[in-house]
């Protein structure tokens, strides 16, 4: 099992930047993909951005050179630099981590909100 908690949420204004961090817990093995989607009201979850563990990255191309996803694989970490946000970036993010034959690990969701 896999535990996932998120953190760094906030409220903050278009322009500004927030950092959001996923700690990940439990049986982490080797060959797994950490990444970020985010969820808004009356929206399906949307891909933000991955992190392979061999350290390949993908971006949706909305937050393409704004945001920045990072990983510490010593650590099981895995990190959101979000810059320039915009009042659509608002959403509940989720940190997410998944291996290869499937199996598919949440966290509870962090709330980012971008006023105008």
């Known amino acids: 099992q896999v535990h996932l908690v998120e953190s760094g949420g906030g409220l903050v204004q278009a322009g500004g930047s927030l950092r959001l961090s996923c700690a990940a817990s439990g049986n982490i093995f080797r060959g797994n993909v950490m990444g970020w989607y985010r969820q808004a009201p009356g929206k399906q979850r949307e891909l933000v951005a991955t992190f392979t563990h061999s350290g390949s990255t993908n971006y949706d191309d909305s937050v393409k050179g704004r945001f920045t996803i990072s990983r510490d694989n010593v650590r099981n970490m895995v990190y959101l630099q979000m810059n320039s946000l915009k009042p659509e970036d608002t959403a509940v993010y989720y940190c997410?981590?998944?291996?290869?034959?499937?199996?598919?690990?949440w966290g509870q969701g962090t709330q980012v909100t971008v006023s105008s």
């Open positions: 997410n981590l998944v291996y290869p034959l499937g199996s598919n690990y």
